[in-house]
């Protein structure tokens, strides 16, 4: 899978108003967490749906794809996100205690959408994925990323992505929410940083 194929959000951002899993189980889903990934992503392009957004807590490169080796974490639930016919839609999973079983389960359920399609109860369908809908994760900050990160323009001064690093790592000592901070900060402060990279040369 390219990176023009799918666009990994971390950490994870859940769907506001779905309920989370107090209590994890293991399923008998054979499948690596990579190709689940991928499989998701085309059964969802299948359905035609475009800007779709995988969004966990597996840990990401500074390109946006996923680490490779990356542990499993603590959190394993996902959310994917998508656009199919100008309506923002969504589907979550943290019933599995992996990553790799949750993405397999939503596969699972877009799959069982899909087959409904094929059965031509086309009416059903329409109503039934059309009331997946979430608002789209939030993966971009608000706020400039030189707020976020403390980088305020000064008279000939000139930033670096190294400069963006270190702000972005003391940042993480408390915007973490392993180290007490909130998950709306952690997001804001990874969409900046991510940002920043892409505007200031190394």
């Given at each position: 899978?390219?990176?023009?194929?799918?666009?990994?959000?971390?950490?994870?951002?859940?769907?506001?108003?779905?309920?989370?899993?107090?209590?994890?189980?293991?399923?008998?889903?054979?499948?690596?967490?990579?190709?689940a990934?991928?499989?998701l992503?085309?059964?969802?392009e299948?359905?035609?749906?475009?800007?779709?957004?995988?969004?966990?807590?597996?840990?990401?490169?500074?390109?946006?794809?996923?680490?490779?080796?990356?542990p499993?974490?603590?959190?394993?639930?996902?959310?994917?996100?998508?656009?199919?016919?100008?309506?923002p839609?969504?589907?979550?999973?943290?019933?599995?205690?992996?990553?790799?079983?949750?993405?397999?389960?939503?596969?699972?359920?877009?799959?069982?959408?899909?087959?409904?399609?094929?059965?031509?109860?086309?009416q059903?369908?329409?109503?039934?994925?059309?009331?997946?809908?979430?608002l789209?994760?939030?993966?971009?900050?608000?706020?400039?990323?030189?707020?976020?990160?403390?980088?305020?323009?000064?008279?000939?001064?000139?930033?670096?992505g190294?400069?963006?690093?270190?702000?972005?790592?003391?940042?993480?000592?408390?915007?973490?929410?392993?180290?007490?901070?909130s998950?709306?900060?952690?997001?804001e402060?990874?969409?900046a940083?991510?940002?920043?990279?892409?505007?200031?040369?190394?």
């Amino acid at each position: 899978m390219t990176e023009d194929e799918q666009h990994i959000a971390y950490p994870l951002e859940w769907p506001h108003g779905w309920p989370r899993t107090p209590q994890r189980k293991h399923s008998r889903f054979e499948v690596e967490r990579g190709r689940a990934a991928a499989e998701l992503v085309h059964a969802l392009e299948l359905m035609g749906c475009k800007d779709i957004v995988i969004s966990s807590n597996v840990q990401v490169r500074r390109d946006g794809l996923p680490l490779a080796g990356a542990p499993e974490p603590r959190d394993p639930g996902v959310a994917v996100y998508w656009v199919r016919n100008a309506r923002p839609g969504c589907m979550a999973c943290d019933l599995y205690r992996t990553t790799r079983e949750n993405l397999r389960a939503v596969w699972q359920a877009v799959e069982a959408m899909r087959a409904l399609k094929r059965s031509g109860a086309t009416q059903v369908f329409e109503q039934a994925f059309g009331g997946l809908r979430a608002l789209p994760a939030n993966i971009r900050p608000q706020r400039h990323w030189r707020d976020v990160l403390g980088l305020v323009e000064a008279a000939g001064r000139k930033y670096t992505g190294h400069d963006a690093t270190l702000s972005y790592r003391t940042q993480l000592l408390t915007k973490h929410p392993d180290h007490g901070g909130s998950q709306d900060d952690f997001v804001e402060l990874q969409a900046a940083y991510e940002q920043a990279l892409r505007e200031l040369s190394v």
